[in-house]
T-cell receptor, first 117, second 108 residues
Framework: GAVVSQHPSRVICKSGTSVKIECRSL??????MFWYRQFPKQSLMLMAT?????????EQGVEKDKFLINHASLTLSTLTVTSAHPEDSSFYIC?????????????FGPGTRLLVL | DAKTTQPNSMESNEEEPVHLPCNHS???????IHWYRQLPSQGPEYVIH???SNVNNRMASLAIAEDRKSSTLILHRATLRDAAVYYC?????????FGKGTRLHILP
């Protein structure tokens, strides 16, 4: 089946630094990818839609200058958490869609656990 | 966003069938019903989806009520590896918006 990878799987950084997370579709192309954030014992929250060749679309309440998204190719989207602070510590997950029986089904990456000290 | 309602948690014995319910009374005619599950410390994985007819695949079956206001995910023979949070989602605008899901506990 389709595979989506994320790198790194976990990262620890100091407060004020920026962290880049990569999301790759390994055996298919994706003109859109999605970024989610998940806090402990909570559900996934959609942050933004990454669009290949154009600007990302952010959900309400998500700061676009804080969470920079770049969809440079049909297989790669990156999320950069700028000037990270402890409250940005979370599990970040990306997904990419594939058409299946007239519907897009999402394939999710394994997630990136970010800890900001 | 189209809303779904699921029980917070359920328990089942290993090797028995599990029926996970989902209510979606505000479903529109073009909304597909999707199920995903998330194992601990992993990204979610797709389970099954359907529109009106019941669906079967290697992972599960999806039974959709005739009025489409509810559906049931059926795991035919639960194993310990099926312990996860199961999300029932109405796919609208090709964006997956997650609710709280049902945490399924499997008892050995």
């Amino acid at each position: 089946g389709a595979v989506v990878s994320q790198h790194p799987s976990r990262v620890i950084c100091k407060s004020g630094t920026s962290v880049k997370i990569e999301c790759r579709s390994l055996d298919f192309q994706a003109t859109t990818m999605f970024w989610y954030r998940q806090f402990p014992k909570q559900s996934l929250m959609l942050m933004a839609t990454s669009n290949e060749g154009s600007k990302a679309t952010y959900e309400q309440g998500v700061e676009k200058d804080k969470f920079l998204i770049n969809h440079a190719s049909l297989t790669l989207s990156t999320l950069t958490v700028t000037s990270a602070h402890p409250e940005d510590s979370s599990f970040y997950i990306c997904s990419a869609p594939i058409w299946d029986r007239e519907q897009e089904t999402q394939y999710f990456g394994p997630g990136t656990r970010l800890l900001v000290l | 966003d189209a809303k779904t309602t699921q029980p917070n948690s359920m328990e089942s014995n290993e090797e028995e069938p599990v029926h996970l319910p989902c209510n979606h009374s505000t479903i529109s005619g073009t909304d597909y019903i999707h199920w995903y599950r998330q194992l601990p410390s992993q990204g979610p994985e797709y389970v099954i989806h359907g529109l009106t007819s019941n669906v079967n695949n290697r992972m599960a079956s999806l039974a959709i009520a005739e009025d489409r206001k509810s559906s049931t995910l059926i795991l035919h023979r639960a194993t310990l590896r099926d312990a996860a949070v199961y999300y029932c989602i109405l796919n609208r605008d090709d964006k997956i918006i997650f609710g709280k899901g049902t945490r399924l506990h499997i008892l050995p």
